[in-house]
């Protein structure tokens, strides 16, 4: 088993050892990308409130991917005595970091933004000498932020939009929806730099809140979703959006077996694997070890994501898992 293609117990199937190196590759190639943007916006920050914001965002927009390539660190090794069912929910607590730093660095900016609309602070914009001319350093802002945005809205989001379904990979998704919306904060810092030019002082006050809010909003929704998951919520798919089909695919199959005669599941996303314990019904009071090692090998080869099976005979099913009806 290569350990580069190993989650868990699980070797990946071809098309997920793939999707995963591009993932690997995507998430340096941000890092490095954001590295030389954060940068850029430095030399022409200024004093403009929505341009430090929106660069503090940039920073902040780094956290995702150190996350996810910490993580899968530990996600692929192997379980232990120690942790039997894996490390898989280091995917989870990386998602949950992100979120808490986005969501408490998010509010204690839009704090700022606001209490400097209060406080009438009217921000100011120089001038820099660039080839021998005197140019608004304002014109320099609005270009840098037109330039940074290709990386996030037209190259990596994307690509990790298409790669988050084929891992199932939460973390992944989100980061690719946060660059995805990048556009969003660029056009309000830019609103903001205009804002000043022309003597509207209060739009860069309120470009800051606006961008504040965005960071506010992606951190909730991170710290929410990883919260939930990490509280053994009923696996969903990538997006959270609905419940995973997988569970009501599992029913079907153990309930197309002739000597079951009811099935239903429990099942648990461990970030990116599934934990699945399946309660059956059987024809017959006597359920023998084939039956059952049949029964589990079936649910195994229905999805690489199938990392740990668990099947309870019993006289009824718990009213809490899935009977997929």
């Given at each position: 088993?290569?350990?580069?293609?190993?989650?868990?117990?699980?070797?990946?199937?071809?098309?997920?050892?793939?999707?995963l190196?591009?993932?690997?590759?995507?998430?340096?190639?941000?890092?490095?990308?954001?590295t030389?943007?954060?940068?850029l916006?430095?030399?022409?920050?200024g004093n403009?409130?929505?341009?430090?914001?929106?660069?503090?965002?940039d920073?902040?927009?780094?956290?995702?991917?150190?996350?996810?390539?910490?993580?899968?660190?530990?996600?692929?090794?192997?379980?232990?005595?120690?942790h039997?069912?894996?490390?898989?929910?280091?995917?989870?607590?990386?998602?949950?970091?992100?979120?808490?730093?986005?969501?408490?660095?998010?509010?204690?900016?839009a704090?700022?933004?606001?209490?400097?609309l209060?406080?009438?602070?009217?921000?100011?914009?120089g001038?820099?000498q660039?080839?021998g001319?005197t140019?608004?350093?304002?014109?320099?802002?609005?270009?840098?932020?037109?330039?940074?945005?290709?990386?996030?809205?037209?190259?990596?989001?994307?690509?990790?939009?298409?790669?988050?379904?084929?891992?199932h990979?939460?973390?992944?998704?989100?980061?690719a929806?946060?660059a995805k919306?990048?556009?969003?904060?660029?056009?309000?810092?830019?609103?903001?730099?205009l804002?000043?030019?022309?003597?509207?002082?209060?739009?860069?006050?309120?470009?800051?809140?606006?961008?504040?809010l965005?960071?506010?909003h992606?951190?909730f929704?991170?710290?929410?979703?990883a919260?939930?998951?990490?509280?053994?919520?009923?696996?969903?798919t990538?997006?959270?959006k609905?419940?995973?089909?997988?569970?009501a695919?599992?029913?079907?199959?153990?309930?197309?077996?002739?000597?079951?005669?009811d099935?239903?599941?429990?099942?648990r996303?461990?970030?990116q694997?599934?934990?699945?314990?399946?309660?059956?019904?059987p024809?017959?009071?006597?359920?023998?070890?084939r039956?059952?090692?049949?029964?589990?090998?079936?649910?195994?080869a229905?999805?690489?994501?199938?990392?740990?099976?668990?099947?309870?005979?019993?006289?009824?099913?718990?009213d809490?898992?899935?009977?997929?009806?």
């Amino acid at each position: 088993m290569n350990p580069s293609h190993q989650f868990g117990r699980t070797d990946l199937p071809p098309e997920q050892q793939v999707a995963l190196k591009k993932a690997v590759f995507w998430e340096w190639f941000t890092i490095a990308y954001t590295t030389c943007t954060i940068t850029l916006v430095a030399f022409v920050v200024g004093n403009s409130q929505a341009m430090r914001t929106a660069w503090i965002e940039d920073m902040l927009s780094l956290i995702p991917q150190v996350a996810f390539l910490v993580a899968l660190i530990f996600v692929r090794r192997r379980p232990d005595k120690k942790h039997p069912y894996g490390m898989h929910r280091s995917m989870g607590i990386g998602h949950l970091v992100a979120g808490v730093a986005l969501l408490t660095v998010g509010l204690n900016l839009a704090f700022e933004a606001v209490t400097g609309l209060i406080a009438a602070e009217h921000a100011t914009i120089g001038t820099v000498q660039l080839f021998g001319q005197t140019i608004w350093l304002g014109w320099l802002m609005v270009g840098v932020m037109v330039l940074v945005v290709v990386g996030p809205v037209f190259i990596y989001g994307p690509a990790k939009a298409k790669l988050a379904p084929v891992l199932h990979n939460k973390l992944l998704f989100t980061d690719a929806d946060m660059a995805k919306a990048d556009w969003q904060t660029n056009a309000a810092s830019v609103v903001g730099v205009l804002g000043i030019g022309v003597g509207v002082w209060w739009l860069d006050g309120v470009a800051a809140v606006f961008i504040s809010l965005g960071i506010i909003h992606d951190g909730f929704r991170n710290t929410k979703s990883a919260v939930v998951g990490l509280m053994d919520q009923r696996a969903t798919t990538y997006d959270d959006k609905e419940p995973h089909p997988l569970a009501a695919h599992i029913v079907d199959t153990l309930r197309s077996l002739p000597w079951i005669a009811d099935a239903a599941v429990r099942m648990r996303d461990q970030g990116q694997v599934f934990h699945v314990e399946a309660f059956v019904v059987p024809r017959k009071r006597r359920v023998s070890l084939r039956h059952i090692d049949e029964a589990s090998e079936r649910i195994t080869a229905l999805d690489w994501k199938v990392q740990d099976v668990v099947i309870v005979p019993s006289d009824r099913l718990p009213d809490e898992a899935d009977a997929a009806r």
